[in-house]
């Protein structure tokens, strides 16, 4: 590993306080060895990744790691806490971080090193080594392996694990054996370190482990006679297992990556209970081959979790999906409107009439591919609310029942029901016992049909006109606003724009008024106005916070509230998460206030928009544009004025110097919520 790891790379007195600002001072060490081009890009891509899954580790360590295009060659950074910092493990802070950063198309053999120390983080002896270690220069040898710090385990040995499969043969003429497959969002770190967890706990047992990595490299498929003779199979996986179809007919423990890597041998006990009571798992290429045991708890959450959580689930997984549509088609109209006018959605086909030398075919020809591309709202809303609750076979009944919900004007709202009835129904189907002969047809012929039929049956007969009458009434309503009803709806919308600037109240304020661009209105277009608008606050408040006040706040702060400029501008709310979660009580509230502000001024107003994005980058598609800007303005000095009276109460004594905080001494740095 001499390319990875330096002593410039190993920092053995991190004092960052948080997992953001430890990933921050560990990427500048990389930005300073000439490993990153771009310090803000890469740490975006960085905490993209911790927001599919949190990278702490039981037994203290945080294994931060991402693929960037800010990333010019394989790189690890170490730094050593001495008060610890969390990074989400349920045994609590972690002294030992690593960062990780993979170029976007890094090679095999630079992936495979960083692999093979994931698997060595599993010998406590090693990360003794590493705790005990006080030169940097040879903590950065004892990463790369020049210091022996462990007795490598002999499938260890080799410069290629990665791709290859684990085995642990047990003593005795017949041992138990299990397959297993261990895979992550990333594959760089967490896949193995769960393939070397199960490992191990196969030689403390006494059972024969072998294990598929499904890593960044690719995968070696197990051989199909090791498959059938196994007893049984652990899935520990964060995404698709694929090929999945070759377990068919085992006994199926099915978790995610971190079960693989925290409590493999209760893994390996509910995997032999299954097999002793004959629990066969029914799998197909298209179904999860989720079993309904104790054995998924640590997966996402949704099959175990409250219903109005799996509710939520479902819905974002639908508006996930959306809105690529939605910016991509209303984008498109809204340009096709600044250059061609309003009237230009009236134009003919340009597929009959293209004039090569006029606006006004450009115009049109903009209008009707974003006209296209929104005809597809509705059916891809219901398609993947299905799809969130029972994968691929609900994905054709979803976009049948969406498909209808539109011929019967039944609209987003329709959508979304036909959305929750196909994934109702296929999750019903796929509960009913089937001949092992019928199985591999279910989930491409018999599921899609049946749920289809009956989807179609609901959405056309049963619920469909109730619904559009809905959809109606909605839409009259949103047309009547005036006066104080339509500010209490833009208080209450910038409230849930800034409440958790991202998550899911953000996403269902977003997802209210960009279902309105569908069918716009002038109810719908001021709706999507103030959402857009309030959504801006939070990052432009603590931008301009961080100008005026900088003693207030840390340097790395500082650096991101340089960036939250943008970001505001642009509509990305999630500019403001670091300041929040490093100081929610006194963040939240204040920007809270001030997208309250602007969603309640900017409905008074009567601001329009049928752009669902872009910010003051399409603020010419705004009707009272002058007027909008100066809600936004509103919002942002009402947030930026709270939040510096909030900090600035709470501040233990004055800072001259200004960088208290970065070293933890910063009494309004301390967070404060539970």
């Avoid at 997992?19 to 905490?47: I, N, Q």
């Avoid at 406590?124 to 030169?135: H, M, Q």
């Avoid at 896949?191 to 490992?199: D, I």
């Avoid at 969603?599 to 601001?607: K, P, T, V």
Wanted: charged letters at 20%.
């Amino acid at each position: 590993m001499s390319e990875l790891i330096t002593a410039e790379l190993v920092d053995l007195d991190l004092s960052a306080a948080t997992k953001d600002a430890a990933a921050r001072s560990l990427a500048e060490r990389m930005v300073a060895a000439h490993r990153v081009t771009d310090l803000d890009g890469f740490l975006a891509d960085v905490a993209a990744r911790e927001a599919q899954m949190p990278t702490g580790l039981d037994g203290g360590i945080g294994i931060p790691h991402c693929r960037s295009e800010h990333v010019n060659a394989p790189t690890l950074a170490f730094g050593r806490s001495a008060a610890g910092i969390d990074f989400g493990a349920a045994d609590g802070p972690a002294d030992l971080v690593f960062l990780i950063a993979a170029p976007a198309g890094a090679d095999d053999d630079h992936l495979t090193i960083l692999s093979g120390l994931a698997r060595r983080l599993m010998d406590p002896e090693f990360t003794a080594a590493l705790r005990a270690g006080t030169d940097p220069a040879a903590v950065a040898a004892l990463i790369r392996g020049e210091e022996p710090a462990e007795e490598p385990a002999a499938e260890e040995e080799g410069p290629a694990p990665e791709p290859e499969a684990e085995t642990v043969e047990a003593a005795g003429s017949v041992p138990f054996r299990i397959v297993a497959v261990t895979s992550c969002p990333t594959g760089i770190a967490h896949t193995y370190m769960a393939a070397e967890s199960l490992a191990a706990a196969g030689r403390a047992e006494g059972v024969e482990v072998t294990v598929e990595t499904q890593g960044s490299g690719g995968f070696k498929k197990l051989d199909p006679a090791v498959i059938a003779a196994a007893d049984a199979v652990i899935w520990a996986h964060d995404v698709e297992v694929r090929e999945r179809t070759r377990f068919r007919g085992k006994p199926l423990v099915d978790v995610g990556v971190k079960a693989g890597i925290n409590r493999p041998a209760e893994l390996i006990a509910e995997a032999r209970r299954k097999a002793e009571r004959g629990e066969i798992a029914a799998v197909s290429e298209a179904d999860g081959g989720k079993d309904s045991g104790d054995g998924d708890t640590d997966r996402s959450g949704a099959d175990h979790a409250h219903f109005g959580v799996r509710l939520r689930t479902y819905l974002m997984s639908g508006v996930s999906y959306m809105v690529p549509f939605v910016a991509a088609g209303g984008l498109l109209i809204a340009l096709s409107f600044a250059i061609g006018g309003y009237e230009i959605a009236s134009a003919k086909s340009v597929a009959d009439h293209f004039v090569w030398g006029e606006a006004d075919s450009w115009a049109a020809l903009l209008n009707q591919i974003g006209s296209a591309a929104f005809a597809f709202l509705v059916p891809v809303l219901a398609g993947y609310i299905a799809y969130g609750m029972a994968d691929r076979p609900a994905l054709v009944p979803g976009f049948v029942g969406g498909s209808i919900a539109l011929t019967v004007n039944a609209g987003f709202l329709g959508g979304l029901v036909a959305g929750l009835l196909a994934g109702a129904v296929v999750m019903a189907i796929q509960r009913v016992p089937v001949h092992a002969t019928l199985r591999g047809i279910m989930p491409v012929l018999v599921i899609p049909l049946i749920a289809s039929a009956v989807v179609g049956f609901l959405m056309f007969i049963v619920v469909g006109k109730p619904i559009a009458s809905l959809q109606n009434a909605l839409t009259d309503w949103l047309n009547g606003l005036s006066g104080s009803n339509a500010v209490i709806l833009g208080v209450v919308l910038g409230l849930m724009m800034c409440f958790d600037m991202g998550g899911p109240l953000n996403k269902v304020a977003y997802a209210f008024a960009v279902g309105g661009l569908a069918d716009p209105t002038d109810g719908s277009l001021k709706v999507m106005a103030a959402v857009m608008a309030a959504g801006m606050v939070p990052p432009l408040a603590m931008a301009l916070a961080t100008t005026v006040r900088k003693k207030l706040f840390t340097k790395t702060e500082r650096e991101n509230g340089r960036a939250a400029w943008v970001l505001g501008a642009s509509f990305i709310t999630e500019g403001a998460i670091p300041f929040a979660a490093a100081d929610p009580l006194r963040v939240i509230p204040s920007v809270m206030a001030g997208g309250a502000v602007t969603g309640a001024l900017s409905m008074a107003f009567g601001a329009t928009l049928r752009a669902p994005h872009g910010g003051v980058f399409v603020v010419p598609l705004i009707g009272e544009p002058f007027l909008y800007l100066l809600a936004i303005a509103a919002g942002t000095l009402v947030a930026t004025a709270l939040v510096v009276l909030l900090k600035g109460a709470r501040r233990a004594a004055p800072d001259p110097a200004g960088e208290a905080g970065a070293t933890g001494s910063d009494d309004s740095r301390v967070p404060v919520a539970a």
